[in-house]
C-alpha cells in the first residue's frame, strides 16, 4: 500500500507583491562633480544633510563612496521604522545604496542640468500584498517624498 501526500490548496491565489516606489527631484546651483563628491561623502556631508527621520547614522565601513556601507534607523512615521544596513556602489553619476535588511534600494542620480545640476532620488521596495500593500503602495510614497524632498534641500545648502 502507498500513500501519496498532497499539499491541501488553499484559495489557489498567492498574495501579489507590489513594487513602491517614490520618487524627488531638485536642480542645485552647483556642478555635477561637487554635487556627486557631497553625496558620496557618508563621513562629513551625509550626517549634515539627513533629515531629521534619520537617527543613530554611522559609518561601518569605509565612508567615501563607492563600497561604504553605512547604518541607520529611518522614522518614516510615528509607528513606522525600519533599521537600514547600506552598501553604496557609485556607478559614474549614479550612487546606489543596498539594505542589506530589506528589499529596499535607494538611488542618486546627478545629471547637469544649464549651470548647476539636477538630482533625482529614488526608493523602491517589495512592498505587502493584500489591502496592507494597496494602503502602502498609495500612502508610503507621499511620506517618503517628504523626507527625499527635505535630504535634497539640505544638500543644496551644503554644496551652493
Wanted: proline share 5%; charged share 20%.
Amino acid at each position: 500500500m502507498s500513500v501519496t501526500v498532497r499539499p491541501t490548496p488553499t484559495s489557489g491565489v498567492l498574495p501579489v507583491m507590489a513594487k513602491v516606489s517614490a520618487s524627488s527631484s531638485l536642480t542645485i546651483s552647483a556642478a555635477p562633480d561637487k554635487v556627486l563628491a557631497a553625496l558620496s561623502d557618508y563621513e562629513t556631508v551625509r550626517p549634515r544633510i539627513l533629515p531629521e527621520q534619520y537617527r543613530d547614522f554611522a559609518v561601518v565601513e569605509g565612508g567615501q563612496g563607492d563600497g561604504t556601507v553605512a547604518r541607520w534607523v529611518l522614522q518614516a512615521t510615528e509607528k513606522r521604522s525600519r533599521n537600514v544596513l547600506a552598501t553604496v556602489s557609485v556607478s559614474g553619476a549614479t550612487i546606489t545604496e543596498k539594505d542589506a535588511n530589506s528589499s529596499m534600494v535607494t538611488t542618486y542620480l546627478v545629471s547637469p542640468s544649464g549651470s548647476g545640476s539636477s538630482v533625482t532620488t529614488t526608493t523602491e521596495w517589495t512592498g505587502a500584498g493584500g489591502v496592507g500593500g494597496f494602503f502602502e503602495k498609495t500612502f508610503a510614497p507621499l511620506g517618503l517624498k517628504k523626507i527625499q524632498a527635505q535630504l535634497l534641500q539640505n544638500l543644496s545648502r551644503q554644496v551652493e
